[in-house]
């Protein structure tokens, strides 16, 4: 689905999130920052924009993973995206050596995974000890009255303008379904820690549009976490 929709799809996130996305983007790199990483990983990286905004955490190495080949392509096309290894690869089964990364983040990726837990066992697999996980996600607004204007506008106007714009109706009726299928801020709070981070923090964005999730990597849980990867078959190292 992201294939077919990728020459579209950062024309389409401007107009629909009215250039809203850009400034959630930017608290999450902020909160990457703070902690002076060496090196990230965008997990579900799509067309490259928030690891070109990664850039500003002052990381030197960013990497950005995706499983959609097209997406990856966009975001290589960006003079922007200069200095970033894109990796074309599935976020339930990341391509790295375990303890590799200072932080991971995932922007509107994970209401995409088939399977959520395995996804954010991954992520922390590849994580240091100690380190950051950042997710930025959609969700729903807390107040009734901006929750129903918040619904009419993804089941009205975002299916009308997605299919307009990308010629793909089922991707912009997703999308809605998607949101509407996520779970609730502490459930998914709950999930993420159940995954082996601890200190799950979630932040509230624009009156609860979106949400930040930042959690850190819990050593006390390793021993029951198992990955599914052994020892070998790793395509690539941590440099
Ligand atoms: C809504 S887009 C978000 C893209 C980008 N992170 C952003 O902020 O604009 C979701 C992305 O998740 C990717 N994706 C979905 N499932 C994935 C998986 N299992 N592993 C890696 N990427 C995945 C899709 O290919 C798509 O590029």
Request: a positive charge.
């Amino acid at each position: 689905m992201f294939d077919s929709i990728s020459g579209q799809y950062d024309l389409l996130n401007r107009l629909l999130s009215l250039g809203v996305d850009r400034w959630w983007r930017q608290s999450m790199v902020k909160r990457v920052g703070r902690r002076k990483p060496q090196s990230v990983l965008d997990v579900a990286t799509g067309t490259g924009d928030s690891a070109i905004a990664l850039k500003k955490s002052g990381a030197t190495r960013i990497v950005g993973v995706d499983i959609s080949e097209q997406m990856l392509k966009q975001a290589q096309k960006k003079p922007t995206s200069a200095g970033i290894e894109f990796v074309k690869a599935d976020g339930e089964r990341l391509p790295f050596d375990d303890g590799c990364f200072d932080a991971v983040t995932i922007s509107f990726g994970i209401r995409n995974f088939e399977h959520r837990r395995q996804g954010l066992q991954e992520m922390r697999r590849v994580l240091k000890q100690n380190g950051l996980l950042l997710v930025l996600e959609l969700s729903m607004p807390a107040n009734r009255i901006i929750r129903s204007l918040y619904k009419l506008y993804f089941l009205r106007i975002v299916p009308a303008v997605g299919k307009l714009v990308s010629r793909n109706s089922y991707a912009y009726r997703y999308l809605p379904c998607s949101v509407d299928e996520f779970p609730p801020r502490q459930v998914f709070a709950a999930e993420i820690q159940n995954a082996g981070f601890e200190r799950v923090k979630a932040i509230s964005l624009s009156g609860g549009l979106a949400t930040i999730y930042e959690a850190k990597k819990s050593e006390k849980t390793q021993q029951h976490i198992h990955s599914t990867h052994g020892s070998c078959g790793r395509v690539l190292r941590c440099r």
